[in-house]
C-alpha cells in the first residue's frame, strides 16, 4: 500500500535537502532552475521512509529515469528495464551494462562499483547457470525481453546466503503478468554476416489459473585479436627476456532456450506454483596465435604458428515449485520453495603448432583437450512474514546442496599415425559437494512517521567436501558464520529520503578457487586452485540520500567497504616462459567512493540520464617486495539521452566508461563504449527497431601485470561494432477499469501497467 501525504514540509528541512542536493547537482542545476516542478496531485505517490505502517507493506519512493523506471526499497533498488527500446534486441549482458554502476565486459565477467566477486540471482534464488564458466554464456544468450527488472543489492539482508559470491547481489527477476486475459510479444532482429536473434512472450490468466513462457533464439558472431607482450625479470642479474604473442579468431555462438511457470490458487489462502526452463549455447571457434620469444641477450629461443579449433555445448536446465500460504492474521504469508537447477558443458580442442625455432621443452606439436564441467544446485527455503502493530517480523531456513564436477583430458597426437596418447601430467578429475544450513530473523520497525529501521542476522554453517580423484586427495571445511545486517531511513521532508546500510558478508571460494591440479591453457598459461583457501570477510557501510530538485530526479550514495583475508590472483613465473595462474589469501583491500545518478526532462521531447561513480580502491599488492600497496582512483559513469521526435518516433544514445580497476598483481585499464537505437511505431502493435551496439568500434580489454619477476601487457578487441534491425509485434489484452479491455504495449508511448480491480491476484514464482 503506497500513502500518500498532505503535510506541509517543515522548512529548516527542506532547506537541508535542497542544499545537500544542489551540492551534487550544480551541473544540472540550469535545468532544474528552468523546470520547477508542479505540486503532486491527490492520489499520486509521495516518497517516504521505507518502513511499514501497522499490518501494511513498506512505503517505497519511486523515481523514473529514462526508459527505466527505478524504485528504492530499504535494501536495494530495482530498475524496471522493459521500456528500453533496445530491450527486444540486447542480451541480459547488453542490459546490465545499462544499470548503474554495473559492467560485464566482453568475457561475460560481472562487476559491481569495481568489484568482481558478484552474485547473481535468479528472482531471488541461486542458479547453476549464474555459477562459474556457465554464467558469461548464458548472460550473453538469454533475451532482455525476458527481464522484468533488476534489482541490485550492495548490502544485502539477513534473507540473502553468502554461496556463490557471497559479495553484492544482481537479483534478475523474470517477467511476468499478474492480470486477466492473454498477452503475447514477439520480436525478430537481423544483423550482419548471418547474426540473427529472434524471442517470443505470452501469458493467460482466467479464473484460479495464470500461465506465461517464453522461448528464444540467438546467432552470434565474433571476431576476436589481441596481443600480449611479456618480459621476464632474473631476480640475482635483473636481465631482461621478451616474448610477444598475437592472436587473432572467430567465434560462433548459436543459442536457443525457453521457460514455462503455471500458477494456481488453491483457494483464498493457498497458491502453488511450477516454473521449468531449459538453454542450449554450442560455440565454434578458429584461432590462430604467433609467439615469439627470445632470452636475455636477445637470440630468439622459442618461436611457433599455433592454430586451434574449438567446439563447445553447455546445456542448462531448472525446474521448480512454490506454495504460498496466507495466515489469519492480516498480511501473514508462509512461502516454501523448492528449486532444482543444472548445467553441463562439454568442449573439444584441437591444437597444432608448427615451430620455426623449437625449443628443448616442446610438447607434442599436435594434440586435443576435452573439458567437461557438471553443476547440480538444490535450494529449499521457507519464509514467514507477519506484519505487527509497529513493524513486520520476518524469519526463515534454507537448506542447499551444490555440486561441482570438473574433468579435464588431455591427449598427445603421433603426427605419423594420428594415434592419441593420454598426456597425464595434463589430464584431472575434481569434485566438490557444497552443503549449506541457514537461519535467519529481521525486523522492520515503524519507529515514527519519518524513522525506520530493519536489523538483522542470518546463521550458516557450510560443509565443503573436494575429491581431486586424478591423485586421491581429498579434504574437506567447515564454516559456521554468523552474519549481522542493519537498515535506517529517515524521511528528511516529503520528497527526500536519507538511508545508512551495514552488512557483513562472506565469499567462500569456489570449485575453481579450490582445485589443486594444474589446468593446462595454453603453451604459456597454466592455473589451479589452491585447497587451503579460507573465506573472505566483507563489511560495507553506505549512506544515501534520494531527492527532487525541480524535475530532476537525484540518487547520491556514499560508501565504504573493507575486506580481508582477500582471495587473490597469484601468478608465478615458472620455466620457458610460462606463467601460472593460482588463488590465495593475501593480505586485504579498502574501497569507497560516491555514486551519483540524476534523471530528468530538459525538453517534453529530450530525456536525460546520468549516472555515475567516483571510486577509491587500495589493495595489498602481491609478487612485489618493496611496495605493499597499490590504490587507484576510478571515475566511471553513464549518460543515457533519449529523444521523441515524435509520437511515432524514438531515438536513444547510450554512453558507457567504465574506470581503472585493481587486481591482486596489477590493474585494468578504464574502458568507453556507445549504443545506439532507434524506434517507430509502425502500428500500435508493430514497432521497427533499429541498434548499433559498440558504436565507434572501442571496445577492448587491457590488463597490466607489475611484479618483481613479470611485467606484462596484454590488450584484447571484440567484435567491432554490429548493426541489427527488427520488429516486434505485441498482441493481447488484460482487464482494465469497469471490466473494459484495452491493449496492452511494451515500451514507450504504450499504456502500459497493471490492470484495475476485480480481477485475481496472481502470485508468480519466484517472488
Do not use: C
Not at 499520486?44 to 523506471?69: E, I, M, N, R, Y
Not at 597426437?413 to 535467519?440: C, H, K, Q, S, W
Not at 498482441?731 to 471490466?739: D, E, I, K, L, V
Amino acid at each position: 500500500m503506497t500513502i500518500t501525504r498532505h503535510a506541509v514540509r517543515p522548512p529548516r528541512s527542506t532547506l537541508i535537502a535542497h542544499l545537500v542536493a544542489g551540492a551534487f547537482l550544480a551541473p544540472l542545476a540550469p535545468l532544474a532552475a528552468a523546470q520547477q516542478a508542479p505540486a503532486a496531485p491527490a492520489g499520486q505517490p509521495v516518497p517516504a521512509a521505507d518502513v511499514p505502517p501497522a499490518a501494511a507493506a513498506p512505503v517505497a519512493s519511486t523515481v523514473t529515469v529514462t526508459a527505466t523506471k527505478t524504485t528504492n526499497r530499504i535494501d536495494r533498488q530495482s530498475y524496471d528495464v522493459k521500456a528500453d527500446p533496445a530491450t527486444s534486441n540486447d542480451t541480459v549482458a547488453d542490459t546490465l551494462n545499462k544499470v548503474p554502476s554495473v559492467g560485464v565486459d566482453a568475457d561475460g565477467n560481472v562487476t559491481l562499483r569495481g568489484r568482481n566477486n558478484v552474485q547473481i540471482l535468479v528472482d531471488g534464488k541461486p542458479s547453476a547457470m549464474m555459477q562459474g564458466e556457465n554464467r558469461a554464456a548464458a548472460l550473453n544468450a538469454l533475451p532482455a525481453a525476458d527481464l522484468e527488472s533488476v534489482e541490485v543489492i550492495n548490502n544485502p539482508g539477513a534473507q540473502f546466503g553468502n554461496e556463490g559470491g557471497g559479495g553484492p547481489i544482481i537479483n534478475l527477476v523474470m517477467r511476468r503478468e499478474r492480470t486477466p486475459g492473454g498477452f503475447g510479444v514477439v520480436n525478430a532482429n537481423v544483423g550482419a554476416e548471418g547474426r540473427y536473434n529472434s524471442s517470443a512472450f505470452g501469458s493467460y490468466t482466467t479464473g484460479r489459473y495464470s500461465m506465461q513462457g517464453s522461448v528464444f533464439r540467438r546467432e552470434d558472431k565474433r571476431e576476436t585479436s589481441g596481443e600480449t607482450r611479456r618480459e621476464r625479470i632474473d631476480p640475482a642479474t635483473d636481465a631482461i627476456a621478451r616474448s610477444t604473442q598475437v592472436s587473432s579468431g572467430e567465434n560462433r555462438n548459436e543459442s536457443t532456450g525457453f521457460n514455462g511457470g503455471l500458477t494456481y490458487n488453491l483457494g483464498d489462502k493457498d497458491v502453488v506454483g511450477v516454473t521449468a526452463s531449459f538453454s542450449q549455447h554450442q560455440n565454434e571457434s578458429a584461432s590462430g596465435e604467433q609467439y615469439r620469444s627470445t632470452n636475455a641477450a636477445g637470440i630468439v629461443d622459442n618461436e611457433y604458428l599455433r592454430t586451434s579449433l574449438r567446439e563447445g555445448k553447455n546445456r542448462n536446465y531448472s525446474l521448480g515449485g512454490r506454495l504460498e500460504h496466507k495466515g489469519e492474521q492480516p498480511g501473514e504469508v508462509f512461502k516454501m520453495d523448492l528449486r532444482l537447477s543444472g548445467s553441463e558443458g562439454d568442449s573439444d580442442a584441437r591444437l597444432a603448432n608448427a615451430y620455426t625455432v623449437r625449443p628443448a621443452f616442446a610438447t607434442a606439436p599436435n594434440s586435443r583437450q576435452e573439458n567437461r564441467n557438471e553443476t547440480r544446485v538444490a535450494d529449499f527455503t521457507g519464509d514467514y512474514e507477519l506484519p505487527g502493530e509497529h513493524g513486520v517480523f520476518k524469519a526463515g531456513y534454507k537448506v542447499a546442496r551444490n555440486r561441482n564436477v570438473f574433468d579435464n583430458a588431455y591427449f598427445d597426437i603421433d603426427l605419423g599415425t594420428g594415434g592419441e596418447r593420454v598426456n597425464t601430467a595434463r589430464t584431472n578429475l575434481f569434485e566438490l559437494t557444497d552443503t549449506t544450513y541457514a537461519l535467519y530473523g529481521s525486523y522492520q520497525w515503524r519507529v515514527n512517521e519519518k524513522w525506520g529501521v530493519l536489523g538483522g542476522l542470518r546463521a550458516e554453517y557450510a560443509d565443503l567436501d573436494m575429491n581431486q580423484v586424478t591423485t586421491g586427495q581429498r579434504a574437506s571445511n567447515h564454516y559456521f558464520d554468523a552474519i549481522p545486517s542493519a537498515f535506517v531511513t529517515y524521511g528528511l521532508s516529503d520528497d527526500t529520503t536519507l538511508r545508512l546500510s551495514y552488512a557483513h558478508r562472506i565469499r567462500r571460494p569456489n570449485a575453481g578457487d579450490l582445485n589443486p591440479f594444474v589446468v593446462y591453457r595454453d603453451e604459456l598459461n597454466l592455473s589451479s586452485g589452491n585447497p587451503n583457501l579460507q573465506p573472505t570477510n566483507s563489511d560495507s557501510l553506505e549512506l544515501g540520500i534520494e531527492t527532487k530538485l525541480g524535475k530532476v530526479d537525484t540518487n547520491v550514495r556514499l560508501y565504504a567497504r573493507r575486506d580481508s583475508d582477500l582471495i587473490s590472483e597469484r601468478r608465478f613465473l615458472l620455466a620457458n616462459d610460462v606463467v601460472l595462474t593460482t588463488r590465495e589469501n593475501a593480505g586485504s583491500s579498502r574501497s569507497g567512493g560516491l555514486e551519483f545518478n540524476f534523471s530528468g526532462r530538459a525538453t517534453p521531447k529530450l530525456m536525460l540520464n546520468v549516472n555515475g561513480n567516483i571510486g577509491y580502491a587500495e589493495q595489498t599488492v602481491l609478487g612485489s617486495a618493496i611496495a605493499d600497496k597499490r590504490s587507484a582512483t576510478s571515475v566511471s559513469g553513464r549518460a543515457r539521452v533519449s529523444y521523441q521526435m515524435d509520437a511515432a518516433n524514438t531515438f536513444q544514445l547510450m554512453l558507457n566508461a567504465q574506470g581503472k580497476t585493481l587486481f591482486g598483481e596489477g590493474y585494468r585499464e578504464p574502458q568507453r563504449t556507445a549504443d545506439a537505437s532507434y524506434r517507430r511505431n509502425l502500428t500500435q502493435a508493430l514497432t521497427l527497431v533499429v541498434n548499433v551496439n559498440d558504436l565507434f568500434d572501442s571496445q577492448k580489454m587491457e590488463m597490466v601485470t607489475e611484479t618483481d619477476r613479470l611485467r606484462e601487457y596484454s590488450i584484447r578487441r571484440f567484435g567491432g561494432r554490429m548493426a541489427y534491425v527488427g520488429l516486434s509485434y505485441r498482441f493481447g489484452s488484460f482487464g482494465g477499469a469497469g471490466g473494459q479491455r484495452r491493449p496492452m504495449f511494451m515500451g514507450p508511448g504504450g499504456p502500459g501497467g497493471p490492470g484495475g480491480p476485480g480481477g485475481p491476484v496472481f502470485i508468480g514464482p519466484g517472488r
